[in-house]
């Protein structure tokens, strides 16, 4: 049965602009229909793909998301700004951290703290259970812990 690559399309702009909106959603689309069509063979139903194209952009949106730590602004210079403006993640080494952590966990981090998303709409976003975002979000801050004290 040939695919209806261009509703596959839509389907998953709008998938992905649930989680990112408009301004994410159509280069994540773009690379979610770039691996279902690369991987269009390993889909197990493709009278029915919606299920197999939604982890797809699910696993895009992390990508996405994860690549935000590039957007981290420079640490101040302390020459030029008050020595106290320092940030958290400056002043903590948790920006190596970060880096540390698999996609997801770093993700749900980002969202939540960094880009202050609650709890509710991460999971909406990440299409999880509230429940395993709070969970990850423990698990996560937990690791970051033991790994910032190590330091």
Known sequence: MPWDWVAVREWCCAVAG???????????AQEAVLRAWRHRDACRSPQAPWPWLRAIVHRE???CVSRRLD??????????EDPGLTTV???GGILPALCR????????ILLHYYDDVSVADVAAMLDMPEGTVKVKLARTRAKLRDDLSAE
């Open 71 to 80: 957007t981290v602004p420079e640490p101040f210079d302390p020459s030029a």
């Open 18 to 28: 649930r989680s990112l909106g408009p301004a994410d959603a159509d280069d994540v």
């Open 101 to 108: 952590l698999d996609p997801s966990a770093r993700a749900i």
């Open 89 to 91: 993640v400056e002043r």
């Open 61 to 63: 949106v992390i990508r």
